[in-house]
T-cell receptor, first 114, second 111 residues
């Protein structure tokens, strides 16, 4: 077990709705990254937060947004859900700059959009 | 051309076999190389981490990085049915914030 937890485990939403996913980082880690993993694909980078500020973003539209809190837990928010947003959403925590060499993943939240 | 390529498999081997998993990449700036194991419907689990070129061994697992060929490998000795999973390679340069993943290779070790 990595110590990274995510909630909820599963979620079903309908197109157009909004969703919030949560992540609690491994103790001592101040950086969290979010990834989207479609079925049969590798994880795709959404964004990263370091000490409560966005520290990099992948090729995802602005309806994907996030927050990191002072205790380094994090949220991923997705507005105006689309069918293609159905995927496993993973958060990964790491020690952060300048030591960002490895990441430890949580179990993921499986989102289904109908 | 995708930044990181990996044969998706599936790869089926008998128990006890030596397994070779590989990734190729196009970005010569990558310096950090990781192998993750992912069981069905679970998050990826870090197996091996290597910085720059060279070999690293941990129990039954050996990771190799050949930066001149832009090629990395993971070898699993004495494979077990519990090794059946998807294996993901991931890599990063010195400055980027994110890791780039391959699509994963699905491995089945048959008893």
């Amino acid at each position: 077990e990595t110590g990274v937890t995510q909630s909820p485990t599963h979620l079903i939403k309908t197109r157009g709705q909004q969703v919030t996913l949560r992540c609690s980082s491994q103790s001592g880690h101040n950086t969290v990254s979010w990834y989207q993993q479609a079925l049969g694909q590798g994880p795709q980078f959404i964004f990263q937060y370091y000490r409560e500020e966005e520290n990099g973003r992948g090729n995802f539209p602005p309806r994907f947004s996030g927050l990191q809190f002072p205790n380094y837990s994090s949220e991923l928010n997705v507005n105006a859900l689309e069918l293609d947003d159905s995927a496993l959403y993973l958060c990964a925590s790491s020690l952060g700059r300048p030591l960002i060499d490895t990441q430890y993943f949580g179990p993921g939240t499986r989102l289904t959009v109908l | 051309q995708k930044e990181v390529e990996q044969d998706p498999g599936p790869l089926s081997v008998p128990e006890g076999a030596i397994v070779s998993l590989n990734c190729t990449y196009s970005n010569s700036a990558f310096q950090y190389f990781m192998w993750y194991r992912q069981y069905s419907r679970k998050g990826p689990e870090l197996l091996m981490y290597t910085y720059s070129s060279g070999n690293k061994e941990d129990g039954r697992f050996t990771a190799q990085v050949d930066k001149s060929s832009k090629y990395i490998s993971l070898f699993i000795r004495d494979s077990q049915p519990s090794d059946s999973a998807t294996y993901l390679c991931a890599m990063k340069d010195n400055y980027g914030q994110n890791f780039v993943f391959g699509p994963g290779t699905r491995l089945s070790v048959l008893p």
